[in-house]
């Protein structure tokens, strides 16, 4: 074990480790060499030495040893002795030579930020008047309170003893910041500016209690949102689960969009994307958790870095998220469409349009509506195939026949590779006499891309044809107009006018 030695500081005992002995030994010669042949020297050797006593008293108990580490902490605390000027008066304190007297927010006396604190020490003068004026010119135009707060943001708090000592000057130790029970008076106040700063904490306090309060409730607010914001992401877009976060929980409209991705951008690009979405969104959620509980329990953390770097991060995964997206958006730059015509033959009576292959009929495993409600995306993962529900529009013809036009439209990168991937989808429709049978559905053909792909059914109809429809193709005509609707009757019954179908009573 090393030895330790007792020594008497400030009229206190302490008992010190030998190396660390040495190195204090040293210090105090050192001051004792500046400071023993100027005027008043031995008065500021013995306030050090009570200052050195109240810092290992701060670090230590009485009981235990003073270590090597906490005379090198005194010191930085303190300063070495090149850092004092020439003693100046008779045991008013020391000043740095260094460095020039500097500006600061004093946390010796302080009612919000300690600006006016800071100024008063800055300028020798109670600060009790530059309050005043802060308070006087708030009402003008708010000038006071944002000179307070640019003030507040631009000094900085004088913690060390060095910095107090470029705050004050030669009043250091005149102005009690050098000891422990720091006084609440200013070296310059008057009884009445002292009295007026007594009322300026008082109203500090409250309006502190208030901001308190208030800080609070939006820390409680921060967690509770990012918590909960974070919760639904993961339930709904990892374990697929949307019943209760989503408008229509039969419609899957969140939970499957992950799965889509497969299906809209290139296969090797799915899980970067699906990770920087992750971090897109994770990041901002757990820095609102975590700010939300630092404002909460209002505790002091060095995380300055911890913050720079998941921005840093964040922007990254932002900047990377947002180049992948542009180039695979590319491919959806122009929009093209293709057109296949098919007259229907001798026009019946009555047309009877029914449905062909139904979309109750595939294995569709997930269901998304994307725009509106009309546009449904119907996955089968097991084939990997992707089913969209097409559009009927029935309008007049100009002649006496009866033609089926289908209209594929899709995108891509130029207008020839737009039209290129919409001839690609698979759409069948039949005719077998009277009856023209529709499919609910196209199919996109295995391996490849989704690119807001839509086929649209037009068939044209002479004036007087009585049109009959079952419910899935009723269903596909009223979806032409964005809204869905079908009647309660098995079929329905139509007649063509020159404005369009009009139904026809029972």
């Not at 109240?54 to 009485?62: A, M, R, T």
């Not at 033609?403 to 919409?422: F, H, K, Q």
């Not at 490849?448 to 037009?458: G, Q, R, T």
Request: glycine share 6%; charged share 25%.
């Amino acid at each position: 074990m090393e030895k330790t030695i007792k020594i008497n500081l400030g009229g206190i005992l302490f008992q010190i480790e030998e190396e660390a002995y040495r190195m204090l030994r040293d210090y105090l010669q050192s001051i004792d060499h500046k400071f023993r042949n100027v005027p008043g020297g031995n008065e500021t050797i013995e306030d050090i030495e009570s200052r050195i006593a109240e810092i290992f008293q701060s670090q230590k108990d009485l009981s235990e040893v003073i270590s090597k580490e906490n005379v090198e902490m005194m010191i930085s605390i303190i300063g070495t002795p090149d850092e004092f000027d020439q003693y100046e008066g008779t045991g008013s304190g020391y000043q740095t030579s260094r460095r020039e007297k500097r500006m600061y927010r004093n946390p010796d006396d302080r009612i919000i930020g300690g600006v006016c604190g800071g100024i008063g020490a800055y300028l020798n003068t109670d600060p009790v008047w530059f309050r005043l004026i802060f308070i006087i010119m708030t009402p003008v135009f708010l000038i006071g309170l944002f000179v307070y707060l640019a003030l507040w943001i631009a000094l900085p708090l004088a913690i060390s003893d060095s910095q107090k000592r470029e705050m004050y000057g030669s009043d250091f130790y005149r102005s009690g910041a050098n000891i422990t029970d720091k006084t609440s008076e200013y070296p310059y106040s008057s009884k009445v500016g002292n009295a007026f700063n007594q009322v300026f904490r008082a109203i500090g306090k409250v309006l502190f209690i208030i901001v308190r309060i208030f800080l609070i409730i939006i820390g409680v607010t921060f967690v509770l949102a990012g918590f909960t914001t974070l919760f639904s992401f993961i339930i709904i877009f990892v374990f697929k689960y949307p019943g209760s976060f989503s408008i229509d929980a039969g419609e899957f409209n969140l939970a499957y969009l992950p799965d889509f991705l497969n299906y809209i951008v290139t296969p090797a690009m799915v899980p970067l994307m699906t990770a920087l979405i992750v971090l897109v969104v994770a990041i901002p959620l757990l820095a609102m958790v975590y700010g939300g509980i630092r404002l909460i329990f209002w505790f002091k953390v060095r995380d300055g870095y911890v913050w720079l770097i998941g921005l840093v991060v964040w922007v990254l995964c932002v900047a990377s998220l947002a180049i992948i997206s542009f180039n695979e958006g590319v491919s959806y730059a122009e929009r093209g469409k293709t057109t296949s015509l098919e007259y229907f033959g001798p026009t019946p009576d009555t047309l009877y349009i029914m449905s062909g292959e139904k979309i109750s009929d595939m294995h569709a495993d997930k269901e998304i509506s994307v725009t509106d409600n009309y546009y449904r995306i119907y996955i089968d993962d097991k084939n990997d195939l992707v089913y969209i529900r097409s559009r009927l529009d029935i309008n007049p013809a100009d002649n006496n026949s009866i033609r089926i036009e289908i209209e594929r439209e899709s995108s891509g990168t130029s207008r020839l590779d737009a039209e290129s991937n919409a001839s690609r989808l698979n759409y069948d429709f039949k005719i077998a006499g009277d009856t023209l049978y529709l499919d609910e559905f196209f199919m996109i053909p295995p391996d490849s891309k989704w690119s807001f792909d839509e086929v649209e059914v037009e068939v044209f109809i002479p004036e007087g044809t009585i049109v009959s429809m079952d419910k899935t193709t009723e269903r596909m005509y009223h979806s032409y107009y964005d809204y869905d609707f079908v009647t309660d009757t098995e079929n329905r019954y139509w007649r063509m006018t020159d404005d369009g179908l009009d139904y026809l009573e029972d």
